[in-house]
Structures are given as C-alpha cells and as structure tokens.
C-alpha cells in the first residue's frame, strides 16, 4: 500500500459522507488524518511526489461530494495540535483546524471582540479563512494578521495581512493547507461582548434554517445583490430535484432530504442557476465546494 509506513494515519475507501453537512457523496480512495505537522507534511510530500491530488477538509459544512467520491487524498486534521486556541493579550492564535465557535468563544471569554458576529456560521477556522466568511457586520479575512500555510510540496510559508486578498467569500489563500493563524482583535467588556455575541446568536438562528444539518448555502451573493432575493424574485426557492431541494422559508439554503444524491444537488443548482439568469440577467455562483 502506498501509505503503508502512515497505517493508522492513512485509511483507504473511507466514506465521505458522514464528514459534510449535506451527508451526501461517495468514498476518499485516501483518508489521511495526521498526528502532528512532520506526519502531515510526510503524507503530503509523498501524495505530491505520486501526483495524487489533495483535498482538505474542514467541518464540511461547505463541501458537497461527488456520488463517485473523490479519487485521490483527503486531509483531516483532527490532532490536537491543529486545533490549539493561544490567546496573547489583543491576539488570538489559532489552528486551521480549531471550530469557529470555539474560537469566538475563547476570544468573548477573554475580553476581545470582533469575531463574535460570525457567531452561528458552522466549521473550521482554516474553512472560514480560505472562503473568507462573513455577515454583514464583516469578514474574518479583515482581522487576520498573519497565518502558516503549507504548499502542495510540504513547504511551511508564514503571510501577513498584507500578502493577502479578501473579498466577498474568497481569499488568495490558495495554497494546499492553513496550518494556523492569527487575529488581531480589539478590547472590550466580556459581559458586553457576550450580550453582542447572543444577540448576533438569534438573529442567525432567525435567518437559517431549524435544524441546519443536511442543509447548506446555495449560491454567494452578488455585489450588494442577495441570492435569496434573486431566488425568490426569479420563483425558484421550494425548487424540488428528486429528494433534494431549495428551501422555500429560508431563501438560498439548499435541503437534502433522505435519499438525495450529490447529483440532485447540482441538479438543483444548475436549474436555479438558468432561471435566475433568465429572469434577472444575473449569473449565481454555488457557494459549495464541489469534489
Ligand atoms: C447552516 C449554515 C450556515 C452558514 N452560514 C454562513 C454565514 O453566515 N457566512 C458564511 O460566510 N458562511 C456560512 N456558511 C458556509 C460555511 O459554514 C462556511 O463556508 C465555513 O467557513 C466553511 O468551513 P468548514 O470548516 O466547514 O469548511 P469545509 O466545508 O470543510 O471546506 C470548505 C473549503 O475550505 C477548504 N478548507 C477547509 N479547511 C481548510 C484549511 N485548514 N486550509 C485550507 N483550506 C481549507 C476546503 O478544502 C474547501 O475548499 C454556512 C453554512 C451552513 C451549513
């Protein structure tokens, strides 16, 4: 076997499924989760070397995957050393792999505010980064200060906020893997910071779906155009393919409902997408990840 020397690090046909949001899609030929950065960049140097290609997988709560699977390696990074949180007087340290909600909370609970709105938007820190989440308070890409990334040939490169471009769900943070990064943030009033972090609580909670799990973002919003606006004006929210669907509450979630396929989904986003540019002249792009 290719990964033998990684056994226990590296698994073969291991279901992708269960790891996304939408639950839906076929197998990973390879599934790699390292225990530490010299592991990680081993498996990665030897994938790159054998010209397998690498995907890396967050909290899959924007990735759909292929019926088929994807047939090359995933990387998971679930050691406890990618998910470390640091927090240094106005910097927060991060992993890529560390969930955004535990780092607001970290921050919240240490006094430094700036991220709490992105309070509800499911994932990891190194998923948020790489699609530059946002609310319309803001984007995490405007308070990174700096980041470790590592290159498809196992290279660590440290950027500053300089070095990178963020705009509306994208990042030029397209190298293979965000190892960690940093935030600046600003001083505050932890009681305040809280109440401003429930708050920002229920009203996500107001904007999606109840039970969000096998749901996920249809398309990006447009410069200051909404998809949902642009979904429901163009008729195309309840829009049903097989057992998956756009839900007709919560504009521009997509549902898939038991027994969806990962090509009902993309059914689903091309019909929606062909209707809206009819209608409205505008072209949507899917907000998912597709593998
Ligand atoms: C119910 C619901 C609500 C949501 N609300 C919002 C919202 O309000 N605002 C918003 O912006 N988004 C929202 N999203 C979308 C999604 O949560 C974000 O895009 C999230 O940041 C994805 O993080 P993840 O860890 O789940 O990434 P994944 O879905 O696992 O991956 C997404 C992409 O990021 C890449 N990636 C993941 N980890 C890393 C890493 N360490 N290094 C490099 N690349 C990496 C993957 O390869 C993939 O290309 C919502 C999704 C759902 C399901």
């Not at 639950?23 to 950065?37: H, I, M, T």
């Not at 047939?71 to 955004?100: S, W, Y």
């Not at 600046?184 to 972090?197: I, M, S, Y």
Request: with cysteine; hydrophobic share 40%.
């Amino acid at each position: 076997m290719l990964f033998g020397k990684f056994q226990g690090s590296v698994r073969e046909g291991v279901p992708l499924a269960p790891y996304t949001w939408l639950q839906l899609g076929g197998p990973a030929k390879y599934f790699a989760e390292p225990s530490d950065v010299e592991q990680l960049q081993q498996i990665v140097r030897l994938a790159t070397q054998e010209g397998i290609p690498i995907r890396v997988l967050g909290g899959g709560s924007n990735i759909l995957v292929r019926d088929k699977g994807f047939d090359g390696l995933v990387v998971h990074l679930t050691a406890p050393c990618f998910e470390k949180i640091t927090i240094q007087g106005n910097m927060a340290e991060c992993g890529g792999a560390a969930r955004l909600a535990h780092l607001i909370t970290a921050s919240v609970g240490a006094g430094l505010g700036g991220l709490e709105h992105l309070v509800g938007i499911p994932g990891t820190v190194g998923g948020a980064l790489r699609g530059n989440s946002s609310t319309d308070e803001g984007d995490i890409g405007s308070l990174m200060a700096q980041a470790t990334l590592l290159t498809r040939k196992a290279e660590i490169v440290k950027v500053s906020a300089k070095d990178v471009t963020f705009s509306h769900r994208r990042s030029s943070l397209d190298e293979l893997m965000i190892l960690d990064a940093t935030f600046e943030l600003q001083p505050g009033d932890v009681r305040q910071l809280t109440k401003r972090e429930q708050t920002f609580w229920i009203v996500k909670r107001s904007k999606q779906p109840n039970y969000p799990t096998r749901s996920a973002l249809a398309f990006v919003d447009l410069d200051g155009v909404s998809a949902g606006e642009l979904l429901q004006r163009s008729g195309v929210n309840g829009m049903i393919e097989g057992n998956s669907q756009l839900n007709s509450t919560y504009p521009n979630y997509l549902t898939a409902n038991t027994g969806a396929t990962a090509d009902q989904i993309i059914s689903v986003l091309e019909r929606a997408k062909k209707i809206v540019l009819d209608k409205t002249g505008f072209s949507l792009q899917p907000h998912l990840v597709v593998w």
